[in-house]
């Protein structure tokens, strides 16, 4: 979308030839006749100009293909289109991150811990303001990462800041962003939509998840609500929320 100017654009070459008797979902439309549509715009290509037709598609990152056929994954292939100067590493959306809250964190001090919270992204950093002697911290704060074509997890640490020393761990996890991207990729322009569920990160034993995570379109953009419990750490848990923003945004 983001090659051919961005979802306007890309709508007047996708939905430039309504057949006889077909009409845009709307927000009061079932699942299935939004998904219907979809594969009919994106897949069979059935409301182009007879002219424009695309006879094959280019393949998709294979990161990202999970629980969607291959057809209709590689119809939402990804653009590769904005480089950061350092290494030239090729972009794909940008995730913001809302650090919410942290609940029962770790003592680091004498009676309490100054906690701040550290996310990680590929070769980027970004950080929360420290909350003096708190140990339940509101931060309510927005962080924003780049989203690299190679894309791993967030790491998400906490700490504890020290004036004198080397400020202390207060645990670490990790957040798996491709359920997020995954289901933003397959519905396409969360405009369309009205709010509804789209997508679950599942609680396992290999992640650091509370409970299931579940991803919705709300309000015409994809946000997911995240609570983690703290790793490697004798207590706490971490809040937060993803809001996925694709490049044309």
């Known amino acids: 979308m983001t090659e051919v100017g961005g979802n306007s654009s890309a709508n007047a070459i ?15 439309s079932s699942y299935e006749e939004r998904m219907r549509f979809i594969r009919s715009k994106y897949e069979l290509q059935e409301f182009l100009k007879p002219s424009l037709r695309i006879t094959s598609w ?38 913001k ?3 919410k809250k942290g609940i029962n964190l770790a ?13 990680t992204l590929g070769k980027q950093t970004v950080q929360t303001t420290v909350m003096k002697s708190n140990l339940n911290p509101v931060w309510n704060e927005e962080l924003m ?37 995954t289901s933003a990729m397959a519905f396409g322009d969360p405009e369309m939509f009205g709010n509804m569920q789209i997508g679950k ?19 015409g953009k994809v946000m997911q609500e995240i609570s983690l419990k703290l790793q490697n750490v004798e207590s706490g848990e971490l809040e937060v929320e993803l809001e996925w923003m694709p490049l044309d945004q």
């Open 58 to 95: 280019k393949t998709s990152s294979s990161s990202l293909k999970s629980s969607f056929s291959t057809k209709l994954f590689d119809s939402f292939r990804i653009p590769s289109v904005s480089k950061n100067l350092e290494g030239m590493v090729e972009f794909i959306g940008l995730v």
């Open 14 to 28: 996708y939905e430039a030839f309504f057949p006889e008797g077909v009409t845009k979902p709307g927000p009061d």
């Open 145 to 181: 990462l780049s989203v690299p074509q190679d894309f791993g997890p967030i790491k998400l640490s906490v700490f504890d800041h020290d004036t004198f020393s080397a400020d202390d761990i207060m645990g670490e996890a990790e957040i798996d962003i491709q359920p997020l991207i």
């Open 107 to 119: 003592i680091r001090d004498m009676m309490s811990s100054d906690p701040y919270v550290v996310l």
């Open 201 to 219: 990160w599942l609680k396992s034993h290999d992640n650091a998840l509370l409970d299931d995570s579940i991803i919705n379109i709300v309000d």
């Open 97 to 99: 991150v809302k650090v």
